[in-house]
């Protein structure tokens, strides 16, 4: 049982190996009772089902991006432009020949900003179909495992002792081969940002583990969106600055694209050199708080339930732990709807201020380092930091999201 076949079919179908056939579990050797006979094939049956589906859609998937490399060959072609082509006629052919590649080389000015960008998407795309099946067949194997534990109940209270004890050792092998997979298995790397599949987030080992990986595959998926949408802004304004002769703004876009292509969005940016990067970047993050607070309310609701769920079954330590994650969550999700969180920004004389993500406040300044916290206020773009002297600071942020400014007495600092 490979938990992990169909994210291994997508990087095989990537790399142009065929596809062998799916071993079904080879089950117990002794006698089993009728209902786990049936219950193994029809889970098996399920698992097959899946294994099938994969190469399809990824070889589908595979030859949309040879067609749209194509017709981007055809509208390059009557430019003239033979350096923007080749690069791209020989990613398509690599493909069409069932060859795996690393997409274009990073450093090639050569290569279209829209190439690049249809490899960002034809990447994207490899991964859902990943995640998506990693994602089912562990369903798959949880299902199972739950309808094993029911028939272990039904057949004790049938008196069926040995099958009982038949059903039992098939559910520890499921349990020890979902674990064996999850702890040693990795995605395959020629599946390029293949990270909302990890084994780590598909296979939880309590309630509260298994409610936190869908809370972050679900965060993940809906950050996706305004994630190319910022790649695609992004490569845009590389070309700009490259055609403008700004080559040191274009290489500070590009180590922006290359982190965010890595899901990363904690790259440092000068704002002092790259307003218009920096602008684009707070764009970013506010479309991913919108995107997401649906789910962040949904999870609250969801620890709230598990919470009172692990204090009926006298699972009182871990009902502790879920309710101070849950007070950390409520806190956190507070923090994270304002235009503050995460800020980092640089004022008068040096002045350093940081709006941790935890809700501290701190500034370097002259080598003072001061240390207090922060919190919204009712509008969203003021923010109310409370210093160790007891004082209190008001800041507020601008439209653009390029700088805040101290309400007490117009002291302005740039976002970083």
């Known amino acids: 049982m490979k938990l992990w076949k169909s994210v291994a079919l997508v990087a095989l179908a990537l790399s142009g190996t065929s596809f062998g056939q799916v071993s079904p579990p080879a089950g117990l050797p002794n006698a089993e009772p009728t209902e786990l006979t049936t219950a ?14 994969v190469p399809d859609a990824v070889s589908k998937r595979n030859s949309k991006y040879v067609s749209d490399l194509q017709l981007l060959s055809n509208q390059i072609a009557t430019t003239g432009n033979l350096d923007a082509l080749l690069p791209i006629k020989a990613e398509r052919e690599a493909y069409q020949n069932g060859q795996a590649t690393t997409g274009f080389d990073a450093k090639d000015p050569a290569v279209p900003a829209s190439a690049r960008q249809l490899r960002t998407t034809f990447e994207a795309d490899l991964n859902k179909i990943s995640q998506f099946a990693a994602t089912e067949e562990h369903n798959y194997a949880a299902a199972y495992l739950r309808q ?6 039904k057949l004790t209270m049938a008196g069926n002792v040995d099958g009982a004890l038949a059903v039992r050792t098939e559910k520890q092998e499921v349990q020890s081969l979902m674990s064996t997979e999850t702890t040693t298995a990795q995605p395959p790397a020629a599946a390029p940002n ?3 599949g990890s084994p780590a987030a598909l296979a939880p080992t309590s309630e509260s583990a298994k409610l936190d990986a869908t809370y972050k595959a679900a965060v993940d998926q809906a950050k996706r969106l305004p994630r190319e949408h910022y790649l695609a802004a992004l490569n845009a304004m590389q070309d700009h600055f490259t055609r403008a002769g700004k080559l040191d703004r274009a290489v500070a876009v590009r180590k922006e694209i290359e982190a965010q292509q890595a899901t990363s969005n904690d790259s440092p940016i000068d704002p002092a050199t790259d307003p218009d990067l920096t602008s684009a970047k707070a764009k970013f993050e506010q479309e991913c708080t919108v995107a997401t607070k649906g789910i962040h309310d949904r999870y609250l609701v969801s620890l709230e339930d598990l919470v009172r769920a692990m204090t009926r079954k006298g699972d009182i330590a871990e009902a502790q732990e879920t309710q101070k994650r849950l007070e950390g969550e409520r806190l956190n999700i507070g923090l994270s709807s304002s235009r503050f969180y995460g800020l980092r920004c640089q004022g008068p004389e040096g002045s350093k ?6 809700g501290t406040w ?4 002259h080598g003072n380092h001061t240390v207090g916290t922060w919190r919204p206020m009712p509008d969203k773009d003021v923010v109310c930091v409370n210093r160790p002297n007891a004082s209190t600071w008001h800041f507020k942020m601008a439209p653009d999201g390029l700088k805040c400014t101290r309400q007490e007495d117009g002291a302005n600092w740039l976002r970083q």
């Open 148 to 153: 094993l534990e029911d028939l272990v109940k």
């Open 362 to 365: 701190t500034e370097d300044w």
């Open 40 to 53: 193994r094939s029809q889970y098996e049956a399920r698992v097959k089902t899946l294994h099938e589906k």
């Open 194 to 196: 293949a990270t909302a």
């Open 353 to 358: 201020l940081d709006f941790s993500t935890s």
